[in-house]
């Protein structure tokens, strides 16, 4: 389904939008007046740009010495191609140390490779630890948001779903209590899990370690209680030193929430005595992806979720509109790598008023790679019929200025005169969802003569 | 070839030529800054406290006020016998843990722009408990806290680390309808002394 049609089907309730859009943009004010604090902010995303650009041209040589040093550390390195090679090897991972239950925390790679219905398939318990990404678990549904998965679902739609599935009282909505409870629920599974998988936020390649990133401190709690450890990355979450970790952190936690730093910021090296840590490196489109000059630096992405809380269309159009694992701007630039005719719309679910790129903690140039992806769009993929003709018409009375002044009069006149129903007929797709703006007597170029000659007379 | 070298050719094919890594000059950083007042209030927004005490005795009975009616307490501080009511062999075991109520740690560094507190295998004996507790406690020398992450990890030895972590404030989520909630999988409260 098109970005449109399912954001239709989001907008049906306006009050639920109203405050998603609110509660996102108070998200992205929060980011601003942490970032406002930092004295050198623009110098510290030129680093955290910096850096990304020179690991990607380097990657092969930090995976490969990354890979040495966690061996060296007592970890077990795996490599996967793609999202079923890595569901096989954490499922072959888990068979190995007979791990039935296993506990979860934020991983979007994770989502990306479909390890959850996986791994259930395979007779395996699997419990998302952090608290959002528990109540979509319980709700069969996927995250909307990379930071905030639950961001969709109201308090009374979770006091439901806890009733239902933990055995709740009602509370009307009450998050203290609510939170509580999943915190008892999660306890006992942290306790009683075999296994337990992280993502990694950065890949530390001069020692072998990583760091995970978490507010709830879920990571930890399954980690370290688990006899088996297995952390899930993206090739391109490495970065070259642990130094640089102070850009990165600096730069993550206040792009996200407006946090200073998040609640724990954990660094994995070695594993604990008589457990097991295995790292599972994944490709999974991403090589592709680094050889399109215009696309690459998509792959610097942090996945801080800034440019999907300042963006006008995600914070109306909801996260499940983008039909894929990452929504929002960084999602629209990297789903058309992966199919683009599956993601065909996505690149256009955009105002390309760039305020992503300005978020942006790692300078991803956003909205100058939506607007590639459009290009290659327009000529690759069929368009409309009604598109492709009216865009065709309007190409024509632009680069003719004596025409493009008559259609214009007669539009003016039409949106002054014409019924609502006549304008909004079926060719014109565009207004369906919009209201057209009442005609002027008089267009921009009739007004300014008409200044120009005033002035001559009052001159004379 | 395995997916290894099948993923390595091919990054090493699709790779930009190279581009330097930038150097990180720390004096465009530089505020100046009064950090242990900074360090402070950045604890503070996180939802931890800060006391200021004079010596370790002092964390302890100031601990024992603070939460007077707990159970289960442990510290690794030194001359703590009376504060523990379980001893290291009972840690050894964190299934058993999750009934701790207070634990106190010591700790060798914190950031000041934004009261992370660090801690490694060294300060923690099973690395589970800082997040198992209820209540964690930490013990800061106030000469120990730098300005910025960069200064943190320019004094952490990036070969020596097992397993360490930057800790700031309680646990805490916001996941229903972005209502803060202190108190989610990890401690429900943080206190810092500096000493
Ligand atoms: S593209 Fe930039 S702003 Fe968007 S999630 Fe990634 S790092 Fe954050």
Redesign the pocket.
């Known amino acids: 389904m098109s970005h449109s049609k399912l954001a239709g089907i989001f907008n049906k309730d306006e009050k639920k939008v109203d405050w998603h859009d609110k509660a996102l943009w108070f998200v992205r004010h929060k980011r601003d007046l942490s970032v406002h604090e930092v004295k050198g902010w623009e110098e510290l995303r030129n680093l955290g740009h910096g850096i990304k650009a020179h690991t990607l041209s380097h990657l092969d040589v930090y995976l490969e010495q990354f890979e040495a040093n966690a061996l060296k550390n007592g970890v077990q390195v795996h490599w996967a191609a793609n999202g079923d090679e890595h569901n096989q090897i954490v499922h072959g991972i888990l068979k190995e140390n007979h791990a039935k239950k296993v506990v979860k925390s934020k991983s979007m790679l994770t989502e990306e490779c479909h390890l959850n219905p996986f791994l259930e398939a395979n007779d395996i318990e699997v419990i998302d630890t952090d608290l959002g990404e528990r109540i979509v678990q319980l709700a069969k549904e996927q995250p909307s948001h990379?930071v905030l998965p639950a961001i969709h679902k109201n308090k009374l739609e979770v006091d439901e779903l806890f009733q239902e599935h933990l055995g709740t009282k009602p509370c009307n909505g009450d998050p203290q209590y609510l939170t509580g409870e999943a915190r008892k629920h999660l306890r006992e599974k942290f306790i009683h899990a075999d296994a337990a998988i992280t993502g990694v936020n950065f890949a530390i390649a001069e020692n072998g370690g990583f760091v995970v990133c978490t507010n709830e401190g879920n990571a930890d709690m399954g980690a370290h209680l688990a006899a088996v450890h297995i952390a899930c990355m993206g090739v391109e979450k490495i970065i070259p030193k642990q130094e640089h970790l102070g850009v990165f952190l600096r730069l993550l936690a206040r792009?996200?929430t407006g946090q200073p730093i998040t609640t724990y910021s954990s660094h994995f090296r070695k594993p604990r005595k008589d457990t097991k840590m295995h790292i599972v490196i994944v490709d999974n489109g991403r090589s592709e992806q680094l050889s399109r000059p215009d696309f690459r630096a998509?792959l610097?992405?942090?996945?801080?979720?800034?440019?999907?809380n300042t963006c006008p269309i995600y914070r109306r159009s909801g996260g499940h509109s983008y039909d894929a694992t990452?929504p929002?701007?960084?999602g629209s630039i990297l789903s058309p790598g992966k199919d683009l005719t599956k993601y065909s719309t996505l690149p256009f679910a955009s105002t390309l008023c760039g305020s992503?790129s300005d978020?942006?903690?790692?300078k991803?140039d956003?909205h100058t790679q939506l607007y590639k992806w459009r290009q290659i769009i327009g000529k690759e993929t069929p368009q409309p019929f009604i598109k492709k003709k009216s865009m065709a018409a309007m190409g024509k009375i632009f680069s003719k200025p004596s025409l493009y002044g008559k259609v214009g009069a007669v539009a003016h006149w039409a949106l002054r005169t014409l019924p609502k129903s006549l304008i909004n007929s079926w060719p014109n797709i565009w207004g369906k969802t919009r209201d057209l703006p009442v005609g002027h007597k008089q267009s921009f170029d009739q007004w300014y003569k008409e200044r120009e000659n005033n002035k001559k007379d009052d001159q004379k | 070839m395995d997916s290894r070298d099948t993923i390595l050719k091919k990054l090493k094919a699709n790779k930009p030529e190279f581009i330097a890594l930038p150097k990180i000059n720390l004096d465009i950083f530089d505020e100046n800054i009064d950090m242990v007042k900074e360090f402070i209030r950045k604890v503070e927004v996180a939802g931890g406290k800060v006391f200021e005490v004079t010596d370790n005795k002092e964390v302890l009975s100031k601990t024992q006020e603070a939460f007077p009616d707990t159970k289960v307490n442990f510290t690794n501080l030194d001359d703590s016998g009376f504060f523990n009511t379980i001893d290291y062999e009972t840690l050894k075991n964190p299934h058993k843990l999750n009934d701790l109520d207070v634990l106190v740690l010591e700790s060798t560094l914190g950031v000041a722009e934004n009261g992370a507190v660090w801690l490694t295998d060294n300060d923690i004996p099973v690395r589970v408990i800082p997040f198992i507790t209820k209540h964690l406690v930490l013990v800061l020398p106030k000469e120990n806290i730098v300005p910025y992450m960069h200064q943190a990890y320019n004094a952490l030895d990036p070969e020596v680390l097992d397993y360490g972590i930057f800790i700031s404030g309680p646990s805490k989520t916001a996941d229903i309808e972005q209502s803060l909630v202190i108190g989610a999988q990890g401690a429900m409260s943080m206190t810092v002394f500096l000493v």
Not at chain 1, 300 to 308: D, E, L, P, V
Not at chain 1, 359 to 362: L, N, R
């Open positions: 990379i792009s996200a998509s610097h992405c942090i996945r801080c979720g800034a440019c999907m990452i929002g701007p960084i992503c978020v942006c903690p790692v991803i956003i």
